[in-house]
Nanobody
Framework: QVQLVESGGGSVQAGDSLRLSCATS????????AAWFRRAPGKDREFVAA????????YYDDSVKGRFTISRDNAQSTVSLQMNNVKPEDTAVYYC?????????????????????WGQGTQVTVSS
């Protein structure tokens, strides 16, 4: 069983940076593909970014490409999302997700149903 715990959310101003982290308890994240999704008020959960278990392959939604960076440290069993130049439309609850094995290409990695394990989420609020 993989338990995911997100941290790093908060309230920031537009243009600021924020770093979200996802840590695991139980099994190591080392062989699990991981991703970040988000749910804004009144909207469905949407894909943000994904990373292969090696860290060698990453995918991003067009809305965050060039501003967000997903990374992982398998030795620490953590996955991070560096959010730069945040915008009010980035306001959402951010969720970490993981699933064993390869989740490629992007349509598979971006699919909510590709992931078995989910964290409880961390709130990010961006004000203008």
């Amino acid at each position: 069983q993989v338990q995911l715990v997100e941290s790093g959310g908060g309230s920031v101003q537009a243009g600021d940076s924020l770093r979200l982290s996802c840590a695991t308890s139980g099994r190591t994240l080392g062989v699990y593909a991981a991703a970040w999704f988000r749910r804004a008020p009144g909207k469905d959960r949407e894909f943000v970014a994904a990373i292969s278990w090696t860290g060698g392959v990453t995918y991003y939604d067009d809305s965050v490409k060039g501003r967000f960076t997903i990374s992982r440290d398998n030795a620490q069993s953590t996955v991070s999302l560096q959010m730069n130049n945040v915008k009010p439309e980035d306001t959402a609850v951010y969720y970490c997700a993981a699933n064993k094995g390869a989740l490629e290409p992007q349509p598979i990695a971006a699919n909510y149903y590709s992931y078995m394990y989910w964290g409880q989420g961390t709130q990010v609020t961006v004000s203008s």
